[in-house]
């Protein structure tokens, strides 16, 4: 780019109240190689969720299909197929005992609107501070507690594997992971 010619490319999104890493691209060409790879599901994201109640097992999948309410900005959830609910897929891994919590890490295999979100909500163990699904009450600065904690993938250019952490919030529960 030339002098005062500034390009900022943003291949993906987290929601507002959610902390962690965000992929950006300097290059409109950068911007395209890297959607790319995310409509091949080349990068992988791995986020890390804090919950009040503990899941049924260690780890396993989630499979549900979603469908977003655009006027309420939320997802909903079912079991089953349905017309205009899309599969979503998550990946979850329990890490580590809280005092009152449970840490899991999440890896996304669908990224759909507030999937983890609702997926969690929907087997009854809603997100740390997040009131639109389920949660008793918010976290203090307004956040929930996910965190998009890792994004790897292979850069289109180099060929050299990229892996980005995103250092935890210092607020809260954080310090105890």
Known sequence: NKPGNVFVGLPHR???PVSGAVLLSKTSKSLSRINILFKEKKITKKYWV???KK???ESGILINFLKKNQKKNKSFV????????LRSELEYHFL??????????IKLITGRHHQIRAQLSHIGSPIKGDIKYGAKRTNNDGSISLHAR?????HPVKKEKITIIAPLPKNEIWIYC
Do not use: A, M, Q
């Open 14 to 16: 987290i929601d507002r």
């Open 50 to 52: 804090i919950v009040k």
């Open 55 to 57: 899941l049924d097992k």
């Open 78 to 85: 079912l079991n089953r197929k349905k017309e205009g609910f």
């Open 96 to 105: 580590k005992k809280l005092k009152n919590y449970f840490l899991y890490e």
């Open 150 to 154: 890792e994004i790897n993938f292979i």
